[in-house]
């Protein structure tokens, strides 16, 4: 039973960078894909960022490429998520979420299977 717990969310002002981190347990860390997720209030869950556990691809959405940074450390299965430039559309609740899926780089809600509690992401304008 794989679980995942996110910290380091909280309340920043444009221009200010928080990092957010994922602790997983449960599982074999290096097997899953991991990701980032947020939902805005208004809109869907969309992809944020993500690192596979093998090759160590990466893939970002267009709206945070250049300014949010993915990594993990398989020794202590925890996934990062560095966010620097943040912008007041960057509020959203963000949620850790791990996937077994490899047949191609997961960035749909549907191929995750495990999720986080979320934590909140205010930024102030």
């Known amino acids: 039973q794989v679980q995942l717990v996110e910290s380091g969310g909280g309340l920043v002002q444009a221009g200010g960078s928080l990092r957010l981190s994922c602790a997983a347990s449960?599982?074999?860390?290096?097997?899953?894909?991991m990701a980032w997720f947020r939902r805005a209030p208004g809109k869907d869950r969309d992809f944020v960022a993500g690192?596979?556990?093998?090759?160590?691809?990466?893939r970002y959405a267009d709206s945070v490429a250049g300014r949010f940074t993915i990594s993990r450390d398989n020794a202590k299965n925890t996934v990062d998520l560095q966010m620097n430039n943040l912008k007041p559309e960057d509020t959203a609740n963000y949620y850790c979420?791990?996937?077994?899926?490899?047949?191609?780089?997961?960035?749909?809600?549907?191929?995750?299977?495990?999720w986080g509690q979320g934590t909140q992401v205010t930024v102030s304008s």
């Open positions: 979420a791990a996937t077994l899926y490899w047949l191609s780089f997961p960035t749909e809600e549907g191929l995750y299977n495990h």
């Open positions: 449960g599982g074999t860390f290096r097997r899953f894909t």
């Open positions: 690192m596979d556990g093998n090759v160590n691809d990466t």
